[in-house]
């Protein structure tokens, strides 16, 4: 038998048996890990948000191998340019970085992240070290000689010969106190920044986005009430040209957003009666969220209110006063709107060939059908909710609140809002969706501008400051805009149910402290009606969901001034116009609860501690970090509190605090801790 050639040449047989190396596609030269991008959601699966006027901070792990130093840059560009901005990132600590940016436009912008090793910046590190050690040699001056000739082929020409004439000052003295001169000056490490050496920067492989929103998507105060209650007359159905009158009430209490329950036609068929139930009697009005009769559908308007003109009047006068209108938009309909007669197939069948009327089981609403995303005809479906939409901005509608939108497809939503903003990147959309945490945050990340919370069932200190710390932290606060509402037509919790004033002003006050956006159902709200249904339900007796109510808001047994008063605090102090600078701290009472608030820019400072026992009296020390908030230990600074005027002298971190519910259950404390002198006594800014 025959050798074989592996045997006669073992070694080239093994060379010829090892697998050859390609040359990786990557560029190895390039050395930087750029990571941990913040703000970054889902991995840049969709945008972040921020408003019209924000410093949009961005924070990324840069890093290399060896002791090579590094530089980085944010791009970015609104998506209506082409041409990218590039701000120098700064070092933190661990290989962290960050750098800032202006967001000035609505719409989107989109930024990313170049990083390099900076040869230059390292040379010149290392070389302050060897002069403190007086171990610098005339090569160490050849080689940043070489560097700086480098940059100057980048140059511009004038830079080009200042750079030529700083490389051959390097090169052509002898004097290592000349070299050094020239080469730790600063004005030539300002123009070589200028000109550096980009080759084999690494560019991170994606482009991430922000969308940016009217400031009213940051911060609003919303009015909720229904149109067909505001006559000033018992009994009668109300007008537009009736809540046009009642708009001065609403903006003198400081509101800037006005929201209205469905304006449209109310279907007939299976109308609910007074207080949900299943047989409506003679003159019964129906839910306004049960849309649609012979007289219209989505884009109508009842007949009883007025007309298209009236809206237009109302939508007007209300800018005019400040403020704007939220239109309810609840895509269902009732089972004789015009879509069911006319587009039978955009709704589901049972067995019996009857459309499938909504349900949560046990409860049943046969007074109205739900769209079937599931249709052949989905895109049909899409198109036209996406119609709804388009009419209601054309009469000039600005800011939606959308019931219950998860119970239609996430990418629906995703689809209609992105199209909608793209023509209108002033349009605001607050999502209903009273359901499991991570639907509600998934509408937001598809595009909803600002979501209803929890808020009305967190109730003790412990489970008020955890929630309210995951929904303002990142990274859940880069994309969900929490708006805090104590009470809706829907829900009227088992606190306001106490009744009482107390109860009242404590949710009130921590709605419109604990969060920039909040709203409250307005009439309810304001004379603290409190009757439920029945003993466990968060029905109201005599619900405004089904039937006209009359209310006295005139009365001087009412929380108007009281609101009026938190309003006026929320529109001058502009730590309450943010969520970004929420926090909680420790007091030694479990019914009061301390946090804080502060401006952007760190000039405005409040502290807030709330009563949380509608009962009795509490009190309690707090205790406050003072180093974050740059007062010295051993030094006085003012509380004053706003809701009061009364004025404390604190010193230290731990102050004594009172509150008697019966009086103002809260303190709204503004900081002042700057010293100086104004004629013979000392006081504080």
């Avoid at 390609?22 to 921020?50: Q, T």
């Avoid at 298209?308 to 209108?325: A, N």
């Avoid at 119609?387 to 119970?407: A, E, K, L, M, S």
């Amino acid at each position: 038998m025959q050798d074989s050639v592996a045997e006669k040449h073992p070694s080239a047989s093994k060379e010829s048996m090892e697998p050859q190396s390609e040359k990786p596609k990557l560029d190895g030269r390039r050395r930087v890990i750029i990571e941990g991008i913040s703000p970054e959601v889902d991995g840049g699966r969709f945008p972040a948000k921020r408003t019209v006027g924000d410093m949009v901070r961005i924070e990324a792990d840069v890093f290399t191998d060896g002791h090579d130093s590094v530089t980085a840059v944010v791009l970015f560009r609104p998506e209506t340019s082409s041409e990218w901005t590039e701000t120098r990132m700064r070092a933190l600590v661990n290989d962290r970085w960050t750098a800032e940016f202006p967001v000035q436009e609505l719409g989107r912008y989109r930024y990313t992240i170049h990083a390099w090793i900076d040869h230059w910046e390292t040379w010149r590190r290392d070389l302050a070290k060897r002069i403190h050690a007086n171990t610098d040699t005339p090569v160490d001056y050849l080689i940043g000689a070489e560097l700086i000739e480098a940059a100057a082929d980048l140059a511009n020409s004038e830079d080009q010969k200042w750079l030529q004439s700083k490389a051959e000052a390097l090169r052509s003295s002898n004097e290592i106190s000349q070299h050094r001169d020239v080469a730790l000056d600063a004005t030539l490490n300002d123009v070589m920044l200028h000109h550096p050496d980009r080759r084999f920067a690494t560019e991170l492989d994606r482009e991430l986005v922000i969308v940016v929103d009217p400031v009213r998507a940051r911060f609003s105060s919303w009015y909720e009430f229904f149109p067909r209650s505001a006559s000033s007359q018992p009994g009668k159905h109300g007008t537009f040209k009736d809540c046009e009158a009642r708009l001065p009430h609403i903006a003198e209490m400081g509101f800037n957003v006005v929201y209205l329950p469905p304006i449209h036609p109310i279907g007939n068929n299976f109308r609910k009666g007074k207080n949900n139930s299943t047989t409506a009697e003679r003159g019964d009005v129906g839910s306004p969220w049960a849309i649609g009769s012979e007289e219209g559908g989505h884009k109508s308007i009842h007949p009883q209110l007025g007309t298209l003109d009236d809206f237009r009047s109302l939508v007007k006068r209300t800018s005019e006063l400040g403020m704007q209108i939220a239109l309810d938009i609840a895509f269902q309909v009732a089972p004789d709107h015009p879509y069911v007669k006319e587009h039978e197939e955009w709704f589901r069948k049972r067995p019996d060939g009857t459309i499938q009327y909504a349900e949560n089981p046990p409860k049943k609403y046969q007074d109205i059908y739900p769209f079937d995303f599931e249709s052949t005809k989905w895109f049909e479906i899409w198109q036209e909710l996406k119609d709804i939409f388009v009419y209601w901005i054309r009469q000039g509608v600005r800011i939606f609140r959308v019931d219950n939108p998860h119970t239609k497809a996430f990418p629906f939503w995703e689809w209609c809002i992105t199209e909608l903003k793209a023509q209108w990147p002033d349009v605001l959309f607050l999502s209903e969706a009273f359901t499991r945490p991570k639907i509600m945050y998934r509408l937001a990340k598809v595009g909803f501008s600002q979501s209803y919370t929890y808020f009305p069932w967190r109730n003790g200190k412990q489970e008020i400051a955890t929630y309210l710390t995951e929904i303002t932290k990142p990274p859940v606060s880069d994309f969900f805009r929490p708006n805090q509402w104590p009470n809706t037509p829907d829900i009227l919790t088992e606190f306001l149910q106490l009744r009482t004033r107390a109860a009242f002003m404590i949710r009130f006050l921590l709605a419109a402290t604990l969060g920039a956006n909040y709203g409250i159902y307005g009439p309810a709200f304001e004379l603290m009606e409190g009757r439920a249904v029945r003993p466990g339900s968060e029905e109201y007796l005599d619900s405004e969901k089904y039937q006209i109510r009359e209310w006295d808001i005139k009365t001087r047994n009412s929380l108007r001034e009281f609101i009026s008063l938190v309003n006026r605090i929320r529109n001058e102090n502009p730590a309450l116009q943010t969520d970004l600078q929420l926090e909680f701290h420790p007091v030694d009472n479990d019914q009061l609860l301390c946090y804080s608030r502060r401006a952007a820019d760190g000039s405005n400072l409040l502290i807030m501690v709330m009563n949380l026992d509608p009962h009795h009296r509490q009190s309690g020390f707090v205790d406050l970090p003072l180093d974050r908030f740059e007062i010295e230990d051993d030094k006085p600074y003012q509380a004053n509190d706003l809701l009061t005027g009364a004025r404390y002298m604190w010193t230290g971190r731990r102050n004594y605090v009172e509150l008697d519910p019966n009086s103002v259950p809260g303190h709204i404390f503004r900081i002042r801790h700057r010293l100086r002198v104004e004629t013979d006594f000392e006081y504080f800014l």
